[in-house]
């Protein structure tokens, strides 16, 4: 592949098909001189590695000073190293920095893993170790960190595993079932105070993101990663790429949703809804739990995944829209994680059934009353 110059003296990259995206990104690559022979080196990927040209020549630096170790030794460091669970996973957070929500992860893995499990290596691990921990976990009523915990216990030894530095568990770590079925809703005065504090508002993404969830039943990740190219205006659709690991779908643009994109100020960079220095955003938690606050919404009433709740339970209250087409909208991947509102249309139908009998217990009771007066009327 052709290589590119920059402006940092030994450092070079190379274009390549971007890993995780569509597109290109850039391999950065170093050169210099050491104990009389010339290395070539790789530095990182511009995505993948968070990589610049900039870090590349700071790396080659600390490779020419001795401060970093090359390549080789560090895989054979790596194959030296006890592996532990607890250094797996330290191993696991420095391959992934690209994953932004490694803190919250190793606060849990840090509080329920490391003095215990975490000090002993795979092979010494059993299953009667696994199950102690999900009990521990569990007596006190912690179901859903018992959940996460033993992913991310899963996780590390597959991390493990897949970089060759130890062997597969001889048994299989099963994750508890979580029962993760909440639907949330809101009434219609709560929904009305939830607006007019959104306008209220003085954030130029918070309340436009709760408004644009509502209207369409984007996911948080989803309103993070939306592109004005992903946006199209004339055909009324939106783009959603890699939905939750699926693939790309299309969803229509609604009327409220034109209206909020349209009254969003465009910038120079590609995201709708971006972050700092219209990179990515990866946080809005604050914001909209603000607006939530003012509006008076339960506490356990989730600002966003809730809203999305409220869009699929109102259209499948409606009765007007049957589950593949809620789920087509929701970019369900499976008809059972839509099914949850299923009761919500069942219970329109119920009504609209009752109505029926109303009308028609109504017409009978017309008729009767026409037939008495008629009576009468001949006497």
């Known amino acids: 592949m052709k290589r590119f110059s920059t402006k940092h003296p ?30 070539e080196e790789k530095a990182g990927r511009q ?42 996973w330290d191993e696991y957070k420095q391959a992934h920095p690209e994953n932004k929500g490694l803190k919250n992860e190793d606060s849990k893995f840090l509080k329920n893993v490391e003095d215990g499990i975490g000090r002993k290596k795979p092979e010494e691990i059993s299953l009667l170790d696994v199950d102690r921990l999900r009990i521990k976990l569990q ?28 062997k597969p568990l001889p048994f299989k770590i099963k994750i508890p079932t979580l029962n993760n079925q909440t639907t949330e809703d809101l009434s219609s005065e709560q929904l009305n105070n939830l607006l007019m504090a959104i306008d209220k508002d003085s954030h130029p993404h918070a309340g436009p993101m709760m408004k644009l969830t509502l209207f369409s039943g984007l996911r948080r990740g989803e309103l993070f990663s ?48 971006p972050g700092r220095n219209g990179g990515r955003r990866t946080s809005i938690g604050d914001q909209v739990r603000r607006i939530k606050k003012a509006a008076g919404l339960p506490e356990g009433f989730r600002p966003l995944h809730g809203l999305r709740h409220v869009f699929a339970s ?41 109505l029926a009998g109303s009308l028609i217990e109504r017409a009978v009771n017309d008729t009767k009353s026409e037939k008495v007066v008629s009576l009468n009327h001949k006497k």
């Open 226 to 273: 939306l592109q004005w190219k992903d946006i199209d205006f004339d055909r009324g659709f939106i783009n959603i790429r890699d939905p939750k690991g699926g693939a790309d779908q299309k969803i229509p643009v609604n009327d409220g949703v034109r209206t909020i994109l349209g009254a969003l100020s465009r910038n120079d960079g590609p995201y709708v809804f």
């Open 47 to 88: 995505y993948v590695d968070d990589m610049s040209a900039a870090k590349a020549a700071r790396y080659r630096g600390e490779r020419i000073e001795g401060k970093r170790l090359s390549p080789k030794d560090i895989r054979q460091t790596r194959r030296d190293k006890t592996w532990t669970i607890n250094a797996l």
């Open 139 to 166: 007596k006190v009523g912690k179901h859903t960190t018992a959940v996460r915990v033993l992913e991310l216990l899963r996780r590390t030894i597959n991390f493990g595993v897949n970089r060759a530095l130890i």
């Open 10 to 39: 030994g450092v070079f990259y190379r274009n390549a098909d971007r890993i995780g995206g569509p597109g290109k990104e850039k391999v950065f690559y170093i050169v210099f001189k050491k104990d009389g022979k010339v290395h």
């Open 314 to 354: 109102m259209l499948a209250s409606s009765g007007e829209v049957d589950m593949y087409t809620l789920q087509k909208l929701l970019t369900h991947k499976s008809p059972a994680m839509t099914m949850r509102y299923a009761h919500l249309r069942d219970e329109t139908l119920k009504k609209a059934s009752d």
